[in-house]
DNA sequence: GTAACGTACAACCAAATGGTTGTAGATGAG
DNA sequence: CTCATCTACAACCATTTGGTTGTACGTTAC
């Protein structure tokens, strides 16, 4: 998945990514620092393969990639996808904020 | 769902509202000005129950809400649901930004 | 070389999702 | 009053999701 230009089924996968609380606990831990998959699957009340398929998740919206080193797959976050979650947020933000600067406009002028 | 001290269940409804073009199609357009929900529906390829649907996931998101005005039901945005995702998607990109700094802070000093 | 480890992937299952049609109740218009 | 409109909700269906176990294979350690 290419992080700008994104598709509809694009942001669909990237807000879906975020939809689950592993998977954010998984962000946040490997964009402080990388983990294998089975490093991961420690940390989790679930089987390896459960764990595997939420960073697969995360890979297909582009909020993780792997390394192979060695044996192991080295997960590491993706900033891009993350910072173009945050945008599209910002911007319906900013429709609301626009939308309430015309209310204030025309209350000021009406 | 109140929308500061959200669960993660909370937060799992919020992006998985979001997690669907049609309904950010309509958190853009009730964010601009209210609808009623057959209004939506004229608007999309599918049936009044579909959009009707879409509707209660982003109610029960807390994206929207609904005000009842005669016969007609209009939604309008919830700007404390979106603002509260987009919070929480900032403070991500935040621990990015402080492992960034940190490991400028090593590169610098040696 | 062999055993243990890390990963990938298939098959399976229950529950949730996103859609449909149909029915029924309130409300507004003529 | 009656009819059309707006909404709510149930029942149903196909697909996706989130989990499981089992198997296979490459890599590392001893």
Chains 1, 2 share one sequence.
Do not use: C
Not at 35 to 56: E, I, N, P, R, T
């Amino acid at each position: 998945m290419v992080v700008d230009e994104l598709s509809e089924p694009d942001i669909d996968r990237l807000f879906q990514a975020f939809a689950d609380s592993t998977r954010r606990d998984i962000v946040r831990r490997v964009t402080v620092e990388s983990y294998s998959v089975s490093g991961l699957a420690a940390l989790y009340d679930m089987s390896f393969a459960a764990v595997q398929k939420h960073v697969a998740v995360l890979e297909r919206a582009a909020l993780v990639s792997k390394e192979k080193h060695g044996r192991e797959q080295l997960v590491r976050a993706n900033h891009e996808g993350l910072h173009k979650a945050r945008q599209l947020l910002s911007e319906y933000e900013a429709i609301w904020h626009q939308r309430a600067a015309r209310i204030a406009d025309i209350l000021a002028q009406g």
